[in-house]
Nanobody, 120 residues
Framework: QVRLVESGGGLVQPGGSLRLSCAAS????????IGWFRQAPGKEREGVSC????????YYANSVKGRFTISRDNAKNTVYLQMNSLKPEDTAVYYC?????????????WGKGTLVTVSS
């Protein structure tokens, strides 16, 4: 069974950092666009960042640009999201997804999410 498993979430103070990991099993991430999405309580799921399967090009939502960095390690079949200068408004469940396009409808596989809480 194809699986994506997120890890690395937790409680962090404003201004702190976390690194999320997205590990794939039973399929190879190399061939997919990989996206990170988040959903805060009472809000819709939104795209945070995405990395291309072909040339490694990246996309970031304006709200995280300059603070978050997406990367992939094909040898480990894992994608990361380095999150720095975290703000309370970054609090959400973070999901990774794999698909053919960097948007919600282009994703075929989803993880179950990891909770990030930014609070003092």
């Amino acid at each position: 069974q194809v699986r994506l498993v997120e890890s690395g979430g937790g409680l962090v103070q404003p201004g702190g950092s976390l690194r999320l990991s997205c590990a794939a099993s039973r399929f190879t991430l190399d061939y997919y666009m990989i996206g990170w999405f988040r959903q805060a309580p009472g809000k819709e799921r939104e795209g945070v960042s995405c990395i291309s399967s072909s040339d490694g090009s990246t996309y970031y939502a304006n709200s995280v640009k300059g603070r978050f960095t997406i990367s992939r390690d094909n040898a480990k079949n894992t994608v990361y999201l380095q999150m720095n200068s975290l703000k309370p408004e970054d609090t959400a469940v973070y999901y990774c997804a794999a698909g053919i396009d960097c948007n919600y409808y282009g994703m075929d596989y989803w993880g179950k999410g990891t909770l990030v809480t930014v609070s003092s």
